[in-house]
């Protein structure tokens, strides 16, 4: 039998999708992989159900139909405070997924570096492989995943071509600020090279954080390639709407690689996400409220059961330190848990370049009662821990 290539054989299977396997195997509470178990907006399934009388259902132009780029280019420039033209400066995409492999392979030549904050989203670790590319990790040290000015630099001494900056982070919940930002912008600078931002957790960010778009710092819109979705702003991550937004020039070979890639992303779903696309600032105010307030529930029941974590600033994910049941098997350890508590997370060192076991990742992207349940859960995980065991 021929063999598989090599490059599919340097990384794993993801580690969060498989969690989920593992909790409907055990019929836990899912809060490893990030989605909803709550409808999105009433409007939007209404206008999709419209579109599926109406059309469109061929092809879409492949960078994205006109009315969706329209209708994207106002909303983001509206929340960027950067004009965007419809035309010159996006490219519509199947997800951000799909948008961050079109981001390296435009900015990226089969060997170059890209600097990885870690820890990091997985998918960066195989984008960075499958475009040839070669990781330069830079550590954000838990508790509060600050990076250290140093480190950054040496990283970017090694001259990379990129770096990619997940903000707000998953997983971490770190929101960077505007400080930090600016130092990244003045490296990027100095050692010319990309920022490829993705910031699909743009409208989650939690008082009193500010979300601060990296392409819309002094002089940085054209070095960098910004990555974003609809999958978590509008609870639509089974839409697979994502996008790309950049400079003209960056944006021409982009294009040029989503459309070999996937020619489009679905026509329909694009029709039906222009009503998204227009809801006013009610609508993100609302959508704070709500994670807000499903970050309460959460982190209150994490501190009814007497677990150690540090507070998201943004995003919909908590990183707990679990050092007190396991310091190198968070593994072991989030398959007893979905198993015998009936929760399922994340073990923590799926997303550290760096040997980390004793932290593991829920999200609450779920209704309140879910979470709440989740809680009640919890409260039992010392009691079961100390029970024989199998
Ligand atoms: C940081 C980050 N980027 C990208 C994605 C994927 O999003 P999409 O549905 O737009 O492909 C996720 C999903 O969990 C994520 O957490």
């Known amino acids: 039998m021929p063999q598989t290539s090599e490059r599919t054989a340097v990384f794993t299977e993801s580690v969060i999708r498989r969690m989920?396997?593992?909790?409907?195997?055990?019929?836990?509470?899912?809060?490893?992989?990030?989605?909803?178990?709550?409808?999105?907006?009433?409007?939007?399934?209404?206008?999709?159900a419209e579109t599926a009388g109406t059309g469109p259902h061929q092809y879409a132009?492949?960078?994205?139909?006109?009315?969706?780029?329209?209708?994207?280019?106002?909303?983001?420039?509206?929340?960027?405070?950067?004009?965007?033209?419809?035309?010159?400066?996006?490219?519509?995409?199947?997800?951000?997924?799909?948008?961050?492999?079109v981001a390296m392979l435009t900015a990226c030549n089969p060997g170059d570096s890209v600097i990885v904050f870690s820890p990091f989203y997985e998918n960066y670790g195989a984008d960075v492989i499958l475009s040839g590319a070669r990781p330069i990790y830079?550590?954000?040290?838990?508790?509060?995943?600050?990076?250290?000015?140093?480190?950054?630099?040496?990283?970017?001494?090694?001259g990379p071509k990129a770096l990619i900056l997940c903000n707000p982070s998953n997983p971490s919940g770190k929101v960077f600020t505007r400080e930090e930002l600016l130092a990244i912008?003045?490296?990027?600078?100095?050692?010319?090279?990309?920022?490829?931002?993705?910031?699909?957790?743009?409208?989650?960010?939690?008082?009193?954080?500010?979300?601060?778009?990296?392409?819309?710092?002094?002089g940085m819109f054209d070095r960098t390639i910004c990555v974003s979705s609809l999958s978590k702003t509008y609870s639509i991550t089974g839409w697979r709407l994502g996008y790309v937004i950049a400079a003209p020039a960056i944006i021409d070979s982009a294009r040029?690689?989503?459309?070999?890639?996937?020619?489009?992303?679905?026509?329909?779903?694009?029709?039906?996400?222009?009503t998204a696309l227009k809801f006013q600032d009610d609508y993100y105010a609302q959508l704070l409220d709500a994670y807000t307030r499903k970050r309460d529930v959460f982190l209150s029941g994490l501190d009814d059961a007497g677990l150690r974590y540090t507070a998201p600033q943004g995003a919909y994910y908590v990183m707990?330190?679990?050092?007190?049941?396991?310091?190198?098997?968070?593994?072991?350890?989030?398959?007893?848990?979905?198993?015998?508590?009936?929760?399922?997370?994340?073990?923590?060192?799926?997303?550290?370049?760096?040997?980390?076991?004793?932290?593991i990742r829920f999200h609450f992207a779920k209704r309140e009662e879910t979470l709440a349940a989740a809680g009640e859960r919890l409260k039992r995980l010392r009691d079961r821990w100390r029970s024989p065991r199998m």
Request: charged residues 20%.
């Open 256 to 274: 040029k690689v989503h459309d070999f890639l996937t020619v489009g992303a679905a026509a329909p779903l694009q029709e039906a996400a222009v």
């Open 20 to 48: 989920t396997r593992v909790a409907n195997r055990y019929d836990a509470i899912n809060l490893s992989q990030g989605f909803p178990d709550f409808e999105p907006p009433s409007a939007l399934v209404a206008a999709l």
């Open 320 to 359: 707990v330190d679990v050092s007190e049941f396991t310091r190198d098997d968070d593994v072991g350890f989030c398959e007893w848990l979905a198993r015998d508590v009936g929760v399922a997370a994340v073990p923590g060192s799926s997303f550290f370049h760096e040997p980390v076991g004793h932290l």
């Open 138 to 158: 830079v550590p954000l040290r838990p508790p509060d995943f600050a990076f250290d000015p140093g480190e950054l630099r040496a990283a970017f001494r090694q």
């Open 61 to 101: 132009v492949t960078w994205g139909a006109p009315n969706f780029r329209e209708a994207l280019a106002a909303k983001q420039s509206r929340f960027m405070g950067v004009p965007l033209d419809p035309d010159r400066h996006l490219v519509v995409t199947c997800g951000s997924t799909e948008a961050m492999m």
């Open 185 to 218: 912008a003045a490296l990027a600078e100095e050692f010319d090279a990309f920022v490829i931002t993705d910031e699909v957790y743009e409208h989650i960010v939690y008082a009193p954080h500010r979300h601060v778009y990296f392409a819309a710092l002094p």
